[in-house]
């Protein structure tokens, strides 16, 4: 069992930037796939950026066209999302999860576990 606990959310200015924190606990941490997803209100839950554990490599969504970098600390059991050059298309909850397989890693209904979510907010 795992647990997610994101931080970081909060109110910025369109062109500012923000870094997410996910604390995980349980399980095996650097055994897990990574991943940060974001849903607004009456929108999809849509795919950010994973992160895999064999070798931390990083993928992401073509909209975020460079303006996010995803990583890990896994002496700290945390991953993070650094968001530069925000948009106030980028105002969602944030959350983050876990898996073990990383196949499929863009897809949300594949993760396994999942944190309460941050909220961010862009402002025009």
């Known amino acids: 069992q795992v647990q997610l606990v994101e931080s970081g959310g909060g109110l910025v200015q369109a062109g500012g930037s923000l870094r997410l924190s996910c604390a995980a606990s349980?399980?095996?941490?650097?055994?897990?796939?990574m991943g940060w997803f974001r849903q607004a209100p009456g929108k999809e839950r849509a795919f950010v950026a994973a992160?895999?554990?064999?070798?931390?490599?990083?993928w992401y969504a073509s909209s975020e066209r460079g303006r996010s970098t995803i990583s890990r600390d896994n002496a700290n059991g945390t991953v993070y999302l650094q968001m530069d050059n925000l948009e106030h298309e980028d105002t969602a909850v944030y959350y983050c999860?876990?898996?073990?397989?990383?196949?499929?890693?863009?897809?949300?209904?594949?993760?396994?576990?999942w944190g309460q979510g941050t909220q961010v907010t862009v402002s025009s």
């Open positions: 992160i895999r554990w064999t070798d931390s490599s990083a």
């Open positions: 349980g399980g095996t941490f650097n055994t897990y796939n």
């Open positions: 999860a876990a898996k073990r397989d990383f196949g499929s890693y863009s897809y949300s209904d594949t993760y396994d576990y």
